[in-house]
């Protein structure tokens, strides 16, 4: 960092540099005025030397005139020789005054102290020195190149409301249309009407899969009634067979599985999440015929079960094989996706990506309805409750709107306000664009906040208030956090770096 003797160094000389370049400025003012003084005063006396030219060749004409005609000349040059005879002021007189200087002297303190003198009583300012000798355009330009150089901020307070109003609009949104996540066997008037749009779209989803599936086979008899949830789920379950589908410890072979019933095994099986977690455990399981659990206490399991994979799959090898388990695993979770076939109400759909994770973190505690639970009984609860990929997608859908109008304003302004092309317009919240990051921030907060309070309002300081929370919404806002500390962090970085740059030029020019 520059110390501060030399940025009191260079204050003083910027100082000296300002009031000098007034004076240069005010010299060259004068000269200006003295000029134009001058130029009238040469051409008031052409003009007089015009006239005068013109009376001499009248005087040497006027032997040539009539003699009434040289009477009445006679008459008129002698009142002409009367005026000029009397003082007269024939111009208004033009007063400059004189230029103001300040005395400099051969030392520099006594120098720099009657500059700052005469700066004041001549009104010059002082308070920004670096810029007193710039025009505006000159300012205007050095600022875009420090803000550039430096990454400034150029933020201003419309672009954090435009932020906060739609984080708080949509906050709004998940606290009316949203609403609460509920029991997955039972329906609930907490459930949000955005929840159950998104429950019937899932719905139908499966439906219109099922649909699609038995019209690009070759099946024999009557078309099953697609348009029943429980009967395309249950086509879908038999026509996607996997060993990893035990739902009790009675379909498991060999080992136990503590802990599984038919209301957590989606939970507990590895291959029912739908992400590529899943994927890779679930074409792992139906290669080797086994099923890979996380049990109650935390341990990781591969078990054999009485269920088997399909005919595409155990009739298949290599390639092809692989290929049949990927579209093997892909439609049971469809078939798992919206609840069981024998499921009551919303049905308990499939964990969401990665939450079957959770599970390994035995730790914590937390008292739910009287009972003492640590994170991994804390997040199956949750799981019960209806936190499910349907919950999961409901609660993104207004982080995901408020994300989108963020970065269309941004884009927007960057290219119709900014003149930016619309590549480099491009709303990217990366490294390149902090104060993209910062709205993005600032939008999910507001959204947070409203999202809390409510939470708060409906469970207060208890673990049922995580009914209410969104989630999603959380997860964005420690990483827009966490974006916003890294930029931060680096631009620091960069400043303490161009610092360094600054004391070494500064150490080179007063040297």
Known sequence: MVSKKINTDLTDIAELSAVVDNQASSSKEKMDELHGEACNLK?????????????LEILDNVDLLAENEQSIFGDSFDDLMSELAEPVNTRKTTRIKTLHIFEASGDYTD????????????????????????SQLEINNINRILSEKYKLSALDKYDYAFAGIIGIVMGLVDVFLVG??????????????????????????????????????NHQGPTPNFDNKATAIRWLENAHKVSYDAATNAHVIDGVVKGMNPSNHHLMSLAHEPSILGLIIGVLDQLTSKATFIDADGNLLRVSTDSFENANVTNAD???????????????????????????????????????????????????????????????????????????????????????LVRLYWLFKKHFYYGKSWK???????????????????????????????????????????????FVGLVDLSFRSIQVLRSHHRHLKLLDELDDDLQVEWSRILD
């Open 43 to 55: 051409s008031e006396f052409s003009t007089l030397l015009d006239e005068g030219d013109d009376f």
């Open 111 to 134: 120098t720099l102290i009657n500059a700052r003198k005469f700066a004041e009583k001549e009104g010059i300012g002082l308070s920004n020195p670096y810029y007193a000798g710039m």
């Open 180 to 217: 609460s996540i509920t029991d997955g066997n039972k329906d609930s008037t907490v459930q949000g009407w955005l929840g159950k749009k998104v429950d019937s779209g899932y719905e139908i989803l499966v439906k219109n899969y099922a649909k699609f599936e038995y019209a690009a086979g």
């Open 318 to 404: 290599g390639v092809e094989k692989v290929i049949n388990s990927v579209t093997n695993w892909f439609g049971h979770t469809m078939s798992d996706i919206s609840g069981a076939s024998g499921s009551k109400g919303r049905g308990a759909g499939l964990p969401s990506p990665f939450y079957s994770l959770t599970q390994k973190l035995h730790f914590g505690s937390f008292d739910v309805n009287g009972k003492d639970m640590d994170i991994a009984q804390l997040s199956e609860w949750l799981y019960k409750q209806g936190l499910d990929v349907r919950a999961l997608t409901t609660q993104a859908i207004p982080v995901v709107v408020a994300e989108v």
């Open 424 to 470: 480099e317009s491009m709303p990217l919240a990366n490294s390149d664009n902090p104060d993209l990051q910062k709205m993005l921030l600032t939008s999910i907060a507001a959204f947070e906040t409203l999202d809390i309070a409510d939470a708060l309002a409906r469970g207060g300081l208890t673990p049922k208030a995580l009914l209410s929370i969104n």
